[in-house]
């Protein structure tokens, strides 16, 4: 029998972490086109929540609306409002400001952005996209929400892949070092691709496996043919 492998996370090391740089915070992130934004009046949730006509999806809490490809969402009441290439402090300031010089006293609008996601795949018990959600939001974050590393995994061989098509950047994790949970490469930004690769055995083992298969048939051919050349002879 052979023992459950265990991942050694956060060890004390002494080589020095490469040189980092600033994690881009989740709030300096601009709205762009087909941006899906929800919006509510924290003064009365009546607006901006309930059957306020538009061309929202009315939800719990608040309420939806699509950035179009002019930039501009559709609100009740104000119309078509620009808020591509603003934050969403500074779109949710805009709208604020603009309810209150045409129909609410004293607004506070809360705007969050619904479709920031990262991507998880490889060796964690749930691969699959995760909402960004939280300003400061860090791979050891998104791990847990994952359930952890699997058996298989390599936690020295963590990569975090950013950026668009023409400009992407791979950074690389080792979570055996307890230097990473400070380490600001790691605070996760829209669209990342984490990828935890399997680890040495893992890959040994899977080998051997696809060999097995390949060799197998031929096995049950020769044996096959050996046993009828045996009755035969």
Known sequence: CSLKPQHALFEQKHNPIPDTQQAVPLSAYKIMTDDVLQIRNLQSIKYLADDA????????????????????????????VAVAGLTRYEAARKIENLYRDSLLKNPIIELKILNLKITLLGEVKVPGNY???KEHTTLIDLLGQAGGLSANADEKNVKIIRGGKNNQTVTYVDLSDIRT??????????????????NKRAVRDEKLQNFSTLVQPSLLIFNTALIIYTLFR
């Open 181 to 198: 949970i400070n380490d600001p490469r790691i605070v996760l930004q829209n669209n990342d691709i984490v990828y935890i690769a399997q």
């Open 53 to 80: 006509g538009g061309t929202g999806q009315a939800v719990t809490g608040g309420q939806e609306f699509q950035v179009e490809e002019d930039g501009r969402v559709t609100l009740p009441v104000l119309g078509h």
């Open 131 to 133: 909402p960004l959600t």
